[in-house]
């Protein structure tokens, strides 16, 4: 089969959700966005993208866009009555932990998708896009046994086997994880457990986190989430931290989808016909782009952008940091000035291609001085099995 590669953010899709994004910002406006419907896109791959599902249906202040089949939309606005639901979960459970560790004694700082429902609870449209998986939040590093103690007996139990490992490699593990499903919720003491990851963050960022901390009153209580422009530099720092930056190599198609935008690239077999980390790259960048607008809409002039800047100007590790932020300012029309000049389109690409070519190379030497070895010693013991088989 021909290896075939092709531009990023090109496919017809990719290039709707672009218009989908900056809808009622760009110039074509909802013609524009009309015209890239009736294209003849592939629409179940575009309503497997999590991310940007939420949008394709009536938001506030406008209908639903121009070309969109009746059953995408219904999907749609399935997608934001259950984000709505669930969020509204999660609030009932932000509010049960917040007010067990309160009785504790213990502040925590409640961090990514669980301080944005927090602090945008009274707007229905920001409940209805968030996606999120889990509840996360943060505490100092010297009270974390007391919030565990805590938290365990308030009936929250352990998601994975801690029982078996000894309390150094707990603490190394970076967080403590809890339940499971909707009731997941993770207790947090940094945002990285490895001193290479913190170098993507800024510096001293959990102390800044919980010295930003902000008091919202969530029905009738104190929840404490962090200023706007520390969650923003948090969302960025997150997405261009992830680990999955760097699985994004991976060739391998797989049961189901790991991630949220695995579905979106998981369409006509075109990870096996294309490069499938750039594949990967664009699913996820668009999700944080979509992340973004969501983020931003939502706080409109509560953000302090400059605020935010400054606390990113101590990233010290910034490769990924500049792509991400480069393409917020490339391709998401009214996104605050993060970077003092943005390169091109044409350079962030590169840039980005470089960072796959070498996360390729540590993969395979990662699987040939982790996986020769295995084999070796698999097959040596099939062989002494073999010869006392034989000795038998």
Same mark, same amino acid.
């Given at each position: 089969?021909?290896?075939?590669?092709?531009?990023?953010?090109?496919?017809?899709?990719?290039?709707?959700?672009?218009?989908?994004?900056?809808?009622?910002?760009?110039?074509?406006?909802?013609?524009?966005?009309?015209?890239?419907?009736?294209?003849?896109?592939?629409?179940?791959?575009?309503?497997?993208?999590?991310?940007?599902?939420?949008?394709?249906?009536?938001?506030?202040?406008?209908? *639903? =866009? @121009?070309? %969109?089949? $009746?059953?995408? &939309?219904?999907?749609?606005? #399935?997608?934001?009555?259950?984000?709505?639901?669930?969020?509204?979960?999660?609030?009932?459970?932000?509010?049960?932990?917040?007010?067990?560790?309160?009785?504790?004694?213990?502040?925590?700082?409640?961090?990514?998708?669980?301080?944005?429902?927090?602090?945008?609870?009274?707007?229905?449209?920001?409940?209805?896009?968030?996606?999120?998986?889990?509840?996360?939040?943060?505490? *100092? =590093? @010297?009270? %974390?046994? $007391?919030?565990? &103690?805590?938290?365990?007996? #308030?009936?929250?139990?352990?998601?994975?086997?801690?029982?078996?490992?000894?309390?150094?490699?707990?603490?190394?593990?970076?967080?403590?994880?809890?339940?499971?499903?909707?009731?997941?919720?993770?207790?947090?003491?940094?945002?990285?457990?490895?001193?290479?990851?913190?170098?993507?963050?800024?510096?001293?960022?959990?102390?800044?986190?919980?010295?930003?901390?902000?008091?919202?009153?969530?029905?009738?209580? $104190?929840?404490?989430?962090?200023?706007?422009?520390?969650?923003?530099?948090?969302?960025?720092?997150?997405?261009?931290?992830?680990?999955?930056?760097?699985?994004?190599?991976?060739?391998?198609?797989?049961?189901?989808?790991?991630?949220?935008?695995?579905?979106?690239?998981?369409?006509?077999?075109?990870?096996?016909?294309?490069?499938?980390?750039?594949?990967?790259?664009?699913?996820?960048?668009?999700?944080?782009?979509?992340?973004?607008?969501?983020?931003?809409?939502?706080?409109?002039?509560?953000?302090?952008?400059?605020?935010?800047?400054?606390?990113?100007?101590?990233?010290?590790?910034?490769?990924?940091?500049?792509?991400?932020?480069?393409?917020?300012?490339?391709?998401?029309?009214?996104?605050?000035?993060?970077?003092?000049?943005?390169?091109?389109?044409?350079?962030?690409?590169?840039?980005?291609?470089?960072?796959?070519?070498?996360?390729?190379?540590?993969?395979?030497?990662?699987?040939?001085?982790?996986?020769?070895?295995?084999?070796?010693?698999?097959?040596?013991?099939?062989?002494?099995?073999?010869?006392?088989?034989?000795?038998?």
């Amino acid at each position: 089969m021909p290896w075939r590669r092709r531009a990023p953010l090109s496919t017809p899709e990719d290039r709707f959700l672009l218009l989908l994004l900056n809808r009622g910002r760009s110039r074509g406006g909802d013609k524009e966005l009309a015209r890239a419907a009736a294209r003849g896109l592939d629409w179940k791959r575009v309503v497997r993208a999590d991310f940007a599902r939420p949008f394709l249906c009536a938001r506030a202040g406008a209908p *639903a =866009p @121009e070309g %969109v089949p $009746e059953r995408v &939309r219904s999907a749609a606005e #399935a997608a934001r009555l259950r984000n709505a639901l669930l969020n509204e979960r999660r609030i009932r459970l932000i509010g049960r932990i917040a007010g067990t560790l309160r009785a504790a004694g213990i502040p925590v700082v409640f961090v990514k998708g669980a301080s944005e429902i927090v602090r945008f609870y009274g707007s229905d449209e920001h409940m209805g896009a968030r996606t999120m998986d889990d509840v996360d939040f943060f505490c *100092a =590093p @010297e009270r %974390v046994d $007391e919030a565990d &103690r805590a938290l365990r007996a #308030a009936g929250h139990v352990w998601f994975r086997n801690y029982d078996k490992y000894t309390a150094a490699e707990r603490w190394r593990s970076g967080q403590y994880v809890y339940g499971r499903g909707l009731e997941q919720v993770e207790l947090h003491w940094e945002p990285s457990n490895t001193a290479e990851g913190m170098a993507g963050y800024p510096e001293g960022f959990s102390a800044k986190l919980r010295a930003s901390a902000e008091a919202v009153e969530l029905r009738g209580a $104190e929840v404490l989430v962090p200023r706007p422009e520390m969650m923003l530099a948090y969302l960025v720092c997150a997405a261009s931290n992830r680990g999955d930056n760097a699985l994004q190599v991976s060739r391998r198609r797989g049961t189901g989808p790991l991630f949220s935008w695995d579905s979106y690239c998981q369409d006509r077999a075109q990870d096996l016909l294309e490069d499938a980390g750039q594949v990967r790259s664009d699913a996820q960048q668009l999700a944080f782009l979509f992340r973004l607008r969501a983020f931003m809409d939502a706080c409109g002039s509560a953000l302090d952008p400059r605020a935010a800047r400054r606390a990113l100007d101590t990233v010290r590790d910034r490769r990924l940091l500049d792509i991400y932020l480069g393409l917020a300012a490339r391709l998401l029309e009214g996104c605050p000035p993060l970077l003092s000049s943005a390169p091109s389109l044409e350079e962030l690409f590169r840039r980005r291609a470089e960072f796959i070519a070498r996360e390729k190379r540590k993969a395979v030497r990662y699987r040939i001085v982790r996986g020769i070895p295995r084999r070796l010693g698999a097959a040596a013991g099939r062989a002494l099995g073999f010869v006392r088989r034989l000795g038998s």
